[in-house]
């Protein structure tokens, strides 16, 4: 990833309060050419597997999921705290999730309506769960 993208990413993590942990696992893309395009995607959903043992709900990120708003993740986010789930938001590589993922997936969300860059995608949702965290804990970092 960019320094400019792993730092926005490490400053978000960075302001999180104890007790409410986010923390970023990244999954190395395999390199592939068009052939080799369906035995890298079940290299990288192996590695995205072994990432989130232990998770009891997936979101899935892609560019056809839901369009929800910043309430409807921070409602959904103080859900699945309540009742103790570990989350994991999978972001894909280049060629976006393996289907197996996705159809695995409890919810499938989309950032944007735009194609964002995944250094991008990955500096939104930490902001967007930063955002999220402030309001249930009304933090005045978000001001609607």
């Not at 993208?5 to 993590?13: G, M, N, P, R, S």
């Not at 999180?16 to 290299?43: D, I, M, N, W, Y």
Request: overall charge positive; proline content about 5%.
């Amino acid at each position: 990833m960019p320094a400019w993208a792993e730092q926005a990413v490490h400053d978000y993590l960075a302001r999180f309060p104890r007790g409410f942990e986010v923390s970023l696992k990244q999954v190395r893309p395999q390199p592939h050419t068009e052939r080799g395009k369906a035995r890298a995607l079940r290299g990288e959903q192996a590695g995205v597997e072994a990432a989130v043992v232990g998770c009891d709900r997936l979101v899935a990120l892609d560019e056809r999921g839901a369009d929800w708003t910043t309430v409807q993740l921070s409602q959904a986010i103080a859900r699945w705290r309540d009742s103790a789930e570990h989350v994991a938001f999978l972001i894909g590589g280049a060629d976006g999730l393996p289907a197996q993922l996705k159809e695995r997936a409890a919810l499938t969300l989309r950032l944007s309506s735009l194609t964002l860059p995944h250094a991008l995608a990955r500096v939104v949702l930490v902001e967007q769960l930063y955002r999220a965290w402030s309001m249930l804990a009304n933090h005045p970092y978000h001001r609607a």
